[in-house]
């Protein structure tokens, strides 16, 4: 297969671009890859993130008719709206590419669409993370700090901070257009992303910004995975208040303490999850800036990684909406239940005999 590359040193650069990014130039698609896992990350993340907004919606019909919808609800409903746009304005580019054997530069003959493919990569990854944490801390403050929740944030805040998240991640991620930073077409053609190397930049572009991207997502990462952590902690605390206020055969307190399991589990399956999903490309750009590894299969590999994020996410929580799941959590509870009473009967009898 017949592939152009753009020949010469660019000015600035350390060696020839194509000695850095092989496939920068290339009008056709690099041979022995396939479309398939694209394929499936696509429709996975398509029905998953549809799935989850009919569920969303009929809650919103089922308990919160006549009034207004929570600040989670609305963030949850911004972050599943967010990574559906994602899906539907990226993996179709991906796809076209495959199906005309040319990468995004040669669909149109120009960088056009590769810098909005790259752009909007980065801006997807930015704003979902960026709407994850705001989850975080909304389920922190609810829990952890309820007087100063009900003071300062309600469902108005949710609408004016989806917004403000999308406008945040539009004038990070269009550094690049302004210098700082630089959109690259990547092997084998049918992705661009920004250079996750700051070597062989082309003259007046600044360096510094896929370090300062992959330390953004790292920090988000970290404050996701830490408010998380808090908010588990808190719900173990509930779950151990309420069975010790009720007894087994107290209907109030088993749904309040499944409840608490459900999140419990929830919570801590997803914030694993992200942070494998996620940490990848902060690694990447990393090694990328200070060890000059311009291994493009192991950033591909990272920025799928990134993309599960928004197929895994609604899947896990579709998943936890199902009756069968509940059921296990409810006999999970039980049985956790069931083993305190007999280890409190026991120590009773043992406290008895002495």
């Not at 690099?30 to 969303?56: C, D, E, K, R, Y």
């Not at 919606?57 to 994602?86: E, M, N, Q």
């Not at 605390?237 to 999140?263: F, L």
């Not at 998943?319 to 409810?330: D, E, L, Q």
Request: net charge positive.
């Amino acid at each position: 297969m017949r592939r152009e590359v753009r020949s010469g040193r660019d000015p600035g650069m350390g060696g020839t671009l194509m000695e850095l990014y092989p496939c920068s130039g290339s009008r056709a698609p690099q041979a022995g890859h396939t479309v398939l896992p694209s394929a499936f990350i696509f429709g996975a993340g398509l029905l998953g993130n549809l799935i989850a907004l009919l569920i969303l919606w009929l809650h919103k019909l089922r308990f919160r008719r006549g009034a207004a919808a929570s600040l989670f609800y609305v963030l949850v409903t911004g972050l599943t709206v967010t990574d559906l746009l994602g899906k539907c304005l990226v993996s179709p580019l991906v796809l076209l590419s495959y199906a005309r054997n040319r990468t995004l530069t040669g669909l149109t003959g120009g960088r056009g669409l590769c810098e909005l493919f790259a752009f909007s990569m980065a801006f997807f990854g930015l704003a979902s993370t960026l709407l994850l944490l705001a989850m975080a801390l909304e389920r922190w403050l609810s829990l952890g700090r309820p007087y100063l929740y009900r003071r300062l944030l309600g469902a108005r805040a949710g609408a004016l901070l989806v917004p403000a998240v999308y406008l945040a991640s539009l004038l990070f991620c269009g550094l690049p257009f302004l210098g700082f930073g630089h959109y690259e077409q990547y092997c084998p053609g049918t992705w661009c992303f920004f250079r996750t190397t700051e070597k062989g930049l082309p003259a007046g572009v600044l360096p510094g910004f896929s370090v300062l991207y992959g330390t953004v997502m790292g920090v988000l990462v970290l404050a996701v995975v830490l408010c998380n952590a808090s908010v588990m902690r808190h719900l173990l605390r509930m779950y151990r208040r309420q069975s010790r206020r009720g007894g087994v055969g107290s209907a109030a307190p088993a749904a309040t303490g499944v409840e608490e399991i459900d999140q419990f589990i929830l919570l801590a399956l997803m914030t694993v999850l992200f942070a494998v999903c996620s940490l990848p490309l902060t690694v990447r750009t990393y090694i990328g800036a200070f060890a000059a590894d311009f291994d493009e299969d192991a950033d591909l590999l990272a920025l799928r990684f990134l993309s599960l994020n928004s197929v895994v996410d609604p899947w896990v929580f579709i998943i936890f909406r199902t009756s069968v799941v509940r059921t296990y959590i409810h006999a999970l509870y039980c049985a956790l239940q069931s083993k305190k009473s007999v280890q409190t009967e026991l120590l009773r009898e043992a406290g008895s005999r002495t």
